[in-house]
């Protein structure tokens, strides 16, 4: 069994910056694939950015230029740097791991963490 555990969430005003991380721990796979997804209330949960273990990334077009992803597989961690954060970015933020190459606009994945929630407002 595999277990992420998401930290760094808050409350932040616009134009500031969080760092969410991730860390997998457990019976832990090859976890090829970590990402991060954000939902917001009565909205689907969608894809925020992804990253492979040789580094590649996907970021979704309202991440791009604001949220960097990063990756230290040593410690099974991912990190999501977001600055420039607006109010439309408000929403719980998940975690999540694939045993195989999943970048791009895949929201079924192998494992979930339980969420962290990033507020935005003045």
């Known amino acids: 069994q595999v277990q992420l555990v998401e930290s760094g969430g808050g409350s932040v005003k616009p134009g500031g910056s969080l760092r969410l991380s991730c860390t997998a721990s457990?019976?832990?796979?090859?976890?090829?694939?970590m990402g991060w997804h954000r939902q917001a209330p009565g909205r689907q949960r969608a894809v925020v950015a992804s990253?492979?273990?040789?580094?590649?990334?996907y970021y979704a077009r309202h991440a791009r230029g604001r949220f960097t992803i990063s990756r230290d597989n040593a410690r099974n961690t991912i990190y999501l740097q977001m600055d420039d954060l607006k109010p439309e970015d408000t929403a719980v933020y998940y975690c999540?791991?694939?045993?195989?190459?999943?970048?791009?606009?895949?929201?079924?994945?192998?494992?979930w963490g339980q969420g962290t929630q990033v507020s935005v407002s003045s």
């Open positions: 990253i492979a273990n040789d580094g590649g990334a």
């Open positions: 999540s791991a694939d045993r195989i190459l999943v970048l791009g606009e895949v929201t079924t994945w192998d494992f």
């Open positions: 457990g019976n832990i796979p090859n976890l090829v694939t």
